[in-house]
């Protein structure tokens, strides 16, 4: 650390500044030597993958179960009773239990009547159940 000293009126006066232009050029040689090491420092495997001789699978369409003011249900649009909830959605997702289901239902629906609809969803082996609401314009 250095001191400079100043004249003023006949006595000496020492400045108080740190220098820091040593400190920036220290802080520049490490940021080069850190952006030229850290590409290197990354592990690289290498691996020969397997080939897949099938197309990946096209992304499905939404599973919507509405739920109607009078009750009534319907998976994506087409009414189904609801004793054979379990049979339509197992057509739509091809047996598969993982699908998410998207349901919704009308604002005039009471919570336990949506809580049955959710039961019935649970017992047909669904656990992926997602709610649909309105967005309201800002």
Known sequence: MAFEFKRVADELVASHEINVTPFIDVMLVLLVIFMVAAPLAVVHMPLDLPVAHTAASPPTEPVILSVQRNLQL???????????????????THGDLTTRIYLRADENVRYGDLISVMDLLRAAGYQKVALVSRQVPE
Not at 74 to 92: C, E, F, H, K, S
């Open 74 to 92: 319907a998976v994506n649009d087409m009414p189904v009773a609801r004793p054979q909830i379990a049979q339509a959605l197992g057509r739509i």
